[in-house]
């Protein structure tokens, strides 16, 4: 990185800490103290080693082996598809053929039954209740995600080398036992950008395959910046031509054709992660003034950009031919996007005034309301007062921020992205080789050491959606460096989304993080491996 990088959100930062907005949260201290592990910490009759922990689990001594005989039982196509996922992860590992059966009239034995019938409605639309005997595996749900994430602990529940995609010896037994397990925020969520540095289809899949590993239901695709223009726009195909050519250290940049684009929602659908793409504006958007001209105060095109500091562009606000490239591009992307939301960003607007930014959001917003979707920006859009209707992203590491206490008062739902805790594309330490240290640095415990429900001054949980990771990818060029960051943390922050608060200390999910560690060297996923946890 420059020697430049970050400054400008570093001064705003420092702007922050003056003002008393820094927590003081984060120590970026990893003592070794893995070999401390207090053995009593987990109750000897819950099943071990779930993440995100479920809500209730009861261990009963039996258990059962998937063999040859296994065949997966369904009673409606719903069922099918998430039995299909499932198939698709064990036949590689088990070798087994496990046929997915209508079950009707055929009986309960050697099979794992995947019903959406007989679950309590307590546990909503995402839960589910799994039951495990000598016979075989039932979960049950009143919806297909609820299906999805028991199957998600069933996987958890088998010997890690299930993960494999070749065949492994087993024997492949899953614990006897019962959970009942629901969320506690309807919102879990992480962002990924793909602006900074850009990512293929094939990453960004199995981004979507981790996310849907630790149930987490929403992905925050970033898809423009000043590096980087990364969804094709058909009304303004220079965007992507000159835009999205280049990114962060002067690479070759990509795109996404939208045809791609749908390829990714489809997956994330697959897996009940909604899409929620952004197009940040009015700031961060030299990708665009470097496409067009017109889109220009001066009328002139701005040269592509492939450093990282922040704050220095804007789309200008008073020509008329801005709003009509927001309702183009609006229009198009939420023609591509089937879930509810289209977030704009808001976020860093330097060289806007603050009338000038109203003015600008007033519009945007309407103009996302016109294409019938829902607007979500950084938090900074409370400034233009928007329709309560918008949610806000909270961000600044701080928990003070009267101003969006008192719009979640008045109504404004939030979803909790907090730097010091949730931006995972902190450093761990001093050391580490990728990432940036503007929000301090952020260990595994740092990342779950939060509440997402209480984190901010004089909110109501009751208004807060649920927690986001961010991403940001200034310094990340592969996967491997997105999975370096985003393990463990993300896992981390996903069960502080899922589980109770009761069942979030720190010492219990450092045992049960150690346990997945397996699973992930079976995955290949170039985790970190933090000083913090006993890994195998
Ligand atoms: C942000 O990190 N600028 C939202």
Same mark, same amino acid.
């Given at each position: 990185?420059?020697?430049?990088?970050?400054?400008?959100?570093? !001064?705003?930062?420092?702007?922050?800490?003056?003002?008393?907005?820094?927590?003081?949260?984060?120590?970026?201290?990893?003592?070794?103290?893995?070999?401390?592990?207090?053995?009593?910490?987990?109750?000897?009759?819950?099943?071990?080693?779930?993440?995100?922990?479920?809500?209730? $689990? %009861?261990?009963?001594?039996?258990?059962?082996?998937?063999?040859?005989? %296994?065949?997966?039982?369904?009673?409606?196509?719903?069922?099918?598809?998430?039995?299909?996922?499932?198939?698709?992860?064990?036949?590689?590992?088990?070798?087994?053929?496990?046929?997915?059966?209508?079950?009707?009239?055929? *009986?309960?034995?050697?099979? /794992?039954?995947?019903?959406?019938?007989?679950?309590?409605?307590?546990?909503?639309?995402?839960?589910? #209740?799994?039951?495990?005997?000598?016979?075989?595996?039932?979960?049950?749900?009143?919806?297909?995600?609820?299906?999805?994430?028991?199957?998600?602990?069933? #996987?958890?529940?088998?010997?890690?080398?299930?993960?494999?995609?070749?065949?492994?010896?087993?024997?492949?037994?899953? @614990?006897?036992?019962?959970?009942?397990?629901?969320?506690?925020?309807?919102? #879990?969520?992480?962002?990924?950008?793909?602006?900074?540095?850009?990512?293929?289809?094939?990453?960004?899949?199995?981004?979507?395959?981790?996310?849907?590993?630790?149930?987490? !239901?929403?992905?925050?695709?970033?898809?423009?910046?000043?590096?980087?223009?990364?969804?094709?726009?058909?009304?303004?195909?220079?965007?992507?031509?000159?835009?999205?050519?280049?990114?962060?250290? *002067?690479?070759?940049?990509?795109?996404?054709?939208?045809?791609?684009?749908?390829?990714?929602? =489809?997956?994330?659908?697959?897996?009940?992660?909604?899409?929620?793409?952004?197009?940040?504006?009015?700031?961060?958007?030299?990708?665009?003034?470097? $496409?067009?001209?017109?889109?220009?105060?001066?009328?002139?095109?701005?040269?592509?950009?492939?450093?990282? $500091?922040?704050?220095? $562009?804007?789309?200008?606000?008073?020509?008329?031919?801005?709003?009509?490239? /927001?309702?183009?591009?609006?229009?198009?992307?939420?023609?591509?996007?089937?879930? @509810?939301?289209?977030?704009?960003?808001?976020?860093?607007?330097?060289?806007?005034?603050? +009338?000038?930014?109203?003015?600008?959001?007033?519009?945007?917003?309407?103009?996302?309301?016109?294409?019938?979707?829902?607007?979500?920006?950084?938090?900074? /859009?409370?400034?233009?007062?928007?329709?309560?209707? %918008?949610?806000?992203?909270?961000?600044?590491?701080?928990?003070?921020?009267?101003?969006?206490? =008192?719009?979640? #008062?008045?109504?404004?739902?939030?979803?909790?992205?907090?730097?010091?805790?949730?931006?995972?594309?902190?450093?761990?330490?001093?050391? %580490?080789?990728?990432?940036?240290?503007?929000? *301090?640095?952020?260990?595994?415990?740092?990342?779950?050491?939060?509440?997402?429900?209480?984190?901010?001054?004089?909110?109501?949980?009751?208004?807060?959606?649920?927690? =986001?990771?961010?991403?940001?990818?200034?310094?990340?060029?592969?996967?491997?460096?997105?999975?370096?960051?985003?393990?463990?943390?993300?896992?981390?922050?996903? +069960?502080? *989304?899922?589980?109770?608060?009761?069942?979030?200390?720190?010492?219990?999910?450092?045992?049960?993080?150690?346990?997945?560690?397996?699973?992930?060297?079976?995955?290949?996923? !170039?985790?970190?491996?933090?000083?913090?946890?006993?890994?195998?």
């Amino acid at each position: 990185m420059s020697d430049n990088d970050m400054l400008e959100r570093r !001064n705003v930062l420092r702007s922050i800490a003056a003002i008393g907005l820094f927590s003081a949260g984060t120590s970026g201290v990893e003592g070794n103290i893995a070999g401390n592990q207090s053995s009593d910490a987990l109750a000897s009759d819950e099943i071990q080693g779930v993440v995100p922990a479920p809500v209730t $689990s %009861t261990s009963t001594g039996s258990e059962y082996a998937i063999t040859s005989d %296994t065949a997966i039982h369904v009673e409606s196509k719903a069922a099918a598809g998430v039995a299909n996922y499932l198939a698709g992860i064990l036949r590689p590992s088990t070798g087994n053929e496990l046929p997915v059966v209508d079950a009707h009239g055929s *009986g309960a034995e050697d099979s /794992i039954s995947l019903l959406l019938t007989g679950a309590p409605t307590t546990v909503g639309e995402e839960g589910y #209740r799994l039951n495990v005997n000598a016979h075989g595996v039932t979960i049950r749900a009143n919806e297909p995600p609820g299906l999805f994430a028991g199957v998600q602990t069933l #996987r958890q529940l088998l010997p890690p080398t299930v993960e494999s995609d070749t065949e492994q010896p087993g024997p492949w037994t899953v @614990p006897g036992g019962h959970i009942l397990d629901y969320p506690r925020f309807s919102y #879990r969520g992480a962002h990924l950008d793909v602006a900074r540095h850009f990512f293929s289809v094939d990453s960004v899949k199995q981004y979507i395959e981790y996310l849907a590993q630790y149930k987490m !239901n929403h992905l925050h695709l970033h898809l423009t910046d000043d590096q980087g223009w990364r969804i094709e726009i058909e009304s303004w195909p220079k965007l992507t031509e000159i835009g999205g050519s280049t990114e962060v250290g *002067g690479g070759p940049g990509g795109y996404y054709t939208q045809s791609e684009y749908r390829e990714l929602v =489809e997956y994330a659908q697959d897996r009940f992660i909604t899409v929620i793409p952004e197009i940040d504006m009015p700031g961060h958007t030299n990708a665009a003034l470097a $496409s067009y001209a017109e889109l220009n105060c001066d009328g002139e095109r701005e040269d592509l950009y492939t450093g990282t $500091s922040v704050g220095f $562009s804007s789309l200008c606000v008073d020509k008329e031919i801005t709003y009509e490239f /927001i309702d183009d591009v609006i229009r198009e992307v939420s023609e591509i996007t089937p879930g @509810p939301y289209i977030h704009i960003g808001g976020d860093e607007a330097h060289e806007t005034s603050d +009338e000038e930014y109203d003015e600008f959001m007033d519009r945007a917003v309407s103009i996302i309301e016109k294409h019938d979707k829902r607007p979500v920006g950084w938090h900074q /859009i409370l400034n233009a007062d928007p329709p309560e209707s %918008t949610v806000a992203q909270y961000w600044y590491p701080g928990q003070e921020a009267p101003d969006v206490a =008192e719009a979640a #008062r008045d109504g404004t739902e939030l979803i909790a992205s907090p730097a010091s805790h949730a931006y995972i594309d902190m450093k761990y330490t001093e050391n %580490t080789e990728l990432g940036l240290d503007w929000a *301090g640095l952020t260990t595994v415990k740092d990342a779950y050491s939060w509440d997402p429900g209480r984190f901010l001054e004089d909110v109501d949980e009751s208004a807060v959606k649920g927690p =986001e990771t961010a991403l940001w990818s200034e310094t990340l060029e592969t996967l491997a460096d997105i999975e370096f960051m985003l393990f463990p943390r993300m896992p981390a922050v996903a +069960e502080l *989304g899922w589980s109770p608060e009761s069942r979030t200390a720190w010492e219990e999910f450092r045992q049960r993080l150690a346990t997945q560690g397996s699973r992930w060297d079976v995955q290949d996923v !170039n985790y970190y491996e933090s000083p913090l946890v006993a890994w195998p």
